[in-house]
């Protein structure tokens, strides 16, 4: 018997904005807001907003395209948000919609069926409302009637830290199957009219069944290993509290900010140490490891990870997977889509490494082997 992952799902929005219509739109909403402000800009009282290009966009992060789960909203240039209407209380919520979708996906391919769960964790960065929470209205839609739920939220480190909590439910004996959804909408906290981060993030879902069992099939878990350490060069500060405080309502740090380049300086050594610590106390070599399925934020801050731990033999781009260039910046679900994606190839008894990173700084390892 062992800890194993047997089954994960995918739910991809409908949507895909590609970078030539991203800036298309971003280009319209900078020339109506730097006419609009003309007076004070050349004053210089106010900033005046820079525009983009797809070739900026793609060298910058790798990234080409995004899904959305609202297209419109984000390409008006008066608008530069989703449009996602509220729903009723009575109804299913969007997140818990596309929670239980790509549940559903996970379910087949463990062959398991609701009733087999003794737990749901929903791991992400962005929650559409702070309770109830939102795994207990998925542990519902799915028509469960036993065990327990939660959210809980480590950002982009979020799905690698729930996998550990579900490891440790299973080894503390109070559950035995485990169901991690990460059902990331960053649409809607992302500020589309900023240069610098409007083209990061897209949304979709992942989730996870983790269980012990001695099937055939499926990824062994062999360790887990959590770091964080304070920073806040990744923030966003929508809370409880911002109405106490009207003044800051509508500020720019409501939605994500962060320093780019402090971020890639500072986790890409972060992250390099703690796989490669991760790995050796485990026994092994990174060099025994076959794919590493890490955060998919930038291509050039994951060859730099791999460079720093393999050398030149990083180069190879098959150890680490990039799937951001099509679905961008997914937050916590980025290693699990690659890890979804990618892992069917794997022939028993390889080894590989599941890894995110993100505000915090938050880094999550997941050594896995191939049954």
């Given at each position: 018997m062992g800890i194993r992952i047997t089954g994960t799902g995918l739910y991809t929005p409908p949507y895909s904005i590609s970078n030539v219509e991203l800036v298309q739109s971003l280009n319209a909403h900078v020339e109506q807001y730097n006419l609009q402000h003309a007076a004070e800009i050349e004053a210089g009282t106010l900033e005046a907003k820079r525009g983009s290009s797809p070739e900026f966009i793609e060298k910058a992060s790798g990234i080409k395209s995004r899904y959305?789960?609202?297209?419109?909203?984000?390409?008006?240039?008066?608008?530069?948000?989703?449009?996602?209407?509220?729903?009723?209380?009575?109804?299913?919520?969007?997140?818990?919609?596309?929670?239980?979708?790509?549940?559903?996906?996970?379910?087949?391919?463990?062959?398991?069926?609701?009733?087999?769960?003794?737990?749901?964790?929903?791991?992400?960065?962005?929650?559409?409302?702070?309770?109830?929470?939102?795994?207990?209205?998925?542990?519902?839609?799915?028509?469960?009637?036993?065990?327990?739920?939660?959210?809980?939220?480590?950002?982009?480190?979020?799905?690698?830290?729930?996998?550990?909590?579900?490891?440790?439910?299973?080894?503390?004996?109070?559950?035995?199957?485990?169901?991690?959804?990460?059902?990331?909408?960053?649409?809607?906290?992302?500020?589309?009219?900023e240069r610098d981060s409007h083209f990061i993030f897209g949304d979709v879902c992942t989730a996870v069944i983790i269980e012990e069992t001695d099937s055939k099939h499926g990824f062994e878990i062999l360790g887990t290993r959590l770091l964080t350490q304070?920073?806040?060069?990744?923030?966003?500060?929508?809370?409880?509290?911002?109405?106490?405080?009207?003044?800051?309502?509508?500020?720019?740090?409501?939605?994500?900010?962060?320093?780019?380049?402090?971020?890639?300086?500072?986790?890409?050594?972060?992250?390099?140490?703690?796989?490669?610590?991760?790995?050796?106390?485990?026994?092994?070599?990174?060099?025994?490891?076959?794919?590493?399925?890490?955060?998919q934020a930038n291509a050039n801050m994951n060859a730099l990870i791999l460079k720093m731990m393999l050398g030149e033999a990083g180069s190879d781009s098959t150890r680490a997977p990039i799937i951001l260039d099509e679905y961008a910046n997914t937050s916590s679900a980025g290693s699990i889509i690659a890890f979804h994606k990618t892992s069917a190839d794997l022939n028993a008894g390889d080894l590989g490494v599941i890894c995110s990173f993100g505000a915090g700084y938050s880094i999550g390892s997941v050594v896995v082997r191939k049954v």
């Open positions: 959305v789960m609202n297209k419109e909203g984000v390409l008006d240039p008066a608008r530069m948000a989703p449009i996602i209407p509220e729903r009723p209380n009575e109804a299913l919520s969007i997140q818990a919609e596309i929670a239980v979708a790509a549940a559903k996906d996970a379910l087949k391919m463990a062959g398991l069926e609701p009733e087999d769960l003794d737990a749901v964790i929903m791991a992400c960065s962005n929650f559409q409302r702070a309770y109830p929470a939102v795994a207990i209205e998925v542990q519902a839609a799915l028509g469960m009637t036993r065990g327990y739920a939660f959210d809980m939220n480590v950002a982009c480190s979020a799905a690698t830290f729930g996998l550990q909590q579900a490891v440790d439910a299973i080894r503390s004996g109070s559950a035995k199957r485990v169901l991690m959804v990460n059902p990331e909408i960053t649409s809607g906290h992302l500020n589309w009219t304070f920073s806040n060069n990744i923030r966003n500060n929508f809370g409880f509290l911002n109405r106490g405080d009207e003044s800051g309502i509508g500020k720019p740090d409501k939605l994500f900010k962060q320093n780019g380049q402090k971020v890639y300086r500072e986790v890409s050594p972060l992250v390099a140490k703690t796989i490669t610590d991760h790995v050796q106390d485990l026994g092994f070599q990174l060099t025994d490891v076959r794919r590493f399925w890490l955060h």
